[in-house]
């Protein structure tokens, strides 16, 4: 079966920092992956996804960036974070279906 | 601008009871539908999905989507308080091989013993 998994659980980073955070997919290939951001009391917001290695489509202009590295590796980056970033961001994948599933979830606080 | 609408509640059904939720869409070519289920800081998780008119049935949830009125909604039957949660509405916009999901805002249902 396929895991989605992210990492950290939670971050607390201070405004100006830089971010890094991680999402891979086991138990598959080839899975289109996504990243959104659900800010408190908001909807989830869809800010990158990608079909395949290096492929990024931006939902979004921000100070965000992703990258996939690797078939089953996402991650989401800032050079310098902004209060506006805090959120809960979340990576979903599917592939041969409609249906995204989502991993845990990083819940970043910027301060 | 295409958009998915859901009242953001809360609903607040007594334990036992039918809880329904209720989702319309603005793009008349859409054509998945998806409910998701949502507990206070967890990810969201399937429920169910459904792609052809009328209900979809699984276990205590039923869907059911009416394309030519542009609404899909979720019945919970014989609610139980661990269904208390904010609900997720999601829409396939178009054909193709867009695999992008448009979202509502959620409607957060509370189920009281």
């Known amino acids: 079966s396929q895991t989605i998994h992210q990492w950290p659980a939670t971050l607390v980073q201070p405004v100006g920092s830089p971010l890094s955070l991680e999402c891979t997919v086991e138990g598959t290939s080839n899975p289109n992956l996504y990243w959104y951001r659900q800010a408190a009391g908001r909807g989830l917001q869809l800010l990158f996804y990608s079909v395949g290695i290096g492929q990024i489509s931006s939902e979004v202009p921000q100070n965000l960036s992703a990258s996939r590295p690797q078939d089953r590796q996402f991650i989401l980056s800032s050079k310098k974070l902004l209060l506006s970033d805090s959120g809960f961001y979340l990576c979903a994948w599917n592939r041969d279906s409609y249906e995204q599933y989502f991993g845990p979830g990083t819940r970043l606080t910027v301060t | ?113």
């Not at chain 2, 999905?49 to 039923?62: A, L, M």
């Open chain 2, 1 to 113: 601008q295409k958009e998915v609408e859901q009242n953001s509640g809360p609903l607040s059904v007594p334990e036992g009871a039918i809880a329904s939720l209720n989702c319309t869409y603005s793009d008349r070519v859409s054509q998945s539908f998806f409910w998701y289920r949502q507990y206070s800081g967890k990810s969201p998780e399937l429920i169910m999905s459904i792609y052809s008119n009328g209900d979809k049935e699984d276990g205590r949830f039923t869907a059911q989507l009416n394309k030519a009125s542009q609404y899909v909604s979720l019945l919970i039957r014989d609610s139980q308080p661990s269904d208390s949660a904010t609900y997720l509405c999601a829409v396939r916009p178009n054909a193709g091989n867009n695999r992008k999901l448009i979202w509502g805002l959620g409607t957060s249902l509370a189920v009281n013993p």
